[in-house]
């Protein structure tokens, strides 16, 4: 099918100019042709995506291991697509981006900005999975605030988000809130995890950061004689769940 599309452009489409850059001008034709067909499925495809010619995007869900890429991502062409797909184009205008800073979490959402934060080191070298999941966690909360959902409730995780994080876990076929495809040693790569001791709070630091050395974080954040142990970050996710 792509074969086909990118005969006809290399046989018509092309002027001098164009051709004049060889395959390379040809090749980004038929990217973007590419593209273009692989949008109207709207399963958070990217450009960067390379499909087997037989690809079925009836039974395939944004979670397809086929998605996966070595490099990262175009976010801002993942979250329209999924805009459209569960989120009834509610969520436009909304601007995504990696944020190299964000460690505690995989992402946040700026509602009075209308912006969604992915955490650059939580994703890196990590599945596109986890990525999508990370991408709808986000975009629920945005979608809820469109609604005119109360912050605090939307932020805390309430009613509201649980139904919808069920509609759209029910739509992928997996719950978007489990960690199973985190590859754990990769993410330890980059950041770890620790505990306190006495009130068991949990804080995630950039690798090589000794939390209890961090004085001003640890005076403002944590009034309690106990100190901080480093923890496995797959043992921080089984506590919570
Ligand atoms: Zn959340
Ligand atoms: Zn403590």
Sequence with gaps: MYRTQAFIIDES?????????GTRSSRRHNDLDRLTIQKQWNL????????????????????????????KPDLGEMLRQFDISYFQ?????YRIEWNASLITAYGRTNFSQNKISIS????Q???RSVLVKSILHQAIHAYLDK???????????????????????KALGE???S??????????EFISAHQCTKCKKILYRRKGQDPNKVKPYTRVYHDCPGSFRPIKMMETYRAKE
Excluded: C, Y
Excluded at 13 to 21: C, I, N, T, W
Excluded at 89 to 93: L, P, Q, V
């Design 179 to 188: 960690r199973d495809d985190v590859n754990w040693t990769q993410a330890e």
């Design 44 to 71: 958070g495809i990217t450009s960067e995506v390379d499909l087997p010619e037989d690809f079925d995007p009836s039974t395939a869900s944004p979670l397809d291991e086929r998605f996966n890429t070595e490099v």
């Design 13 to 21: 489409g092309l002027r001098p100019s164009e051709m004049a850059l």
């Design 89 to 93: 184009g509610k969520i436009k205008g």
């Design 125 to 127: 070298g990590q599945r």
């Design 147 to 169: 609604l005119g959902l109360n912050r605090r409730e939307n932020a805390a995780h309430g009613k509201d988000f649980k139904i919808e994080k069920s509609r759209i876990s």
């Design 175 to 177: 719950d978007i809130a």
């Design 120 to 123: 650059k080191f939580r994703h």
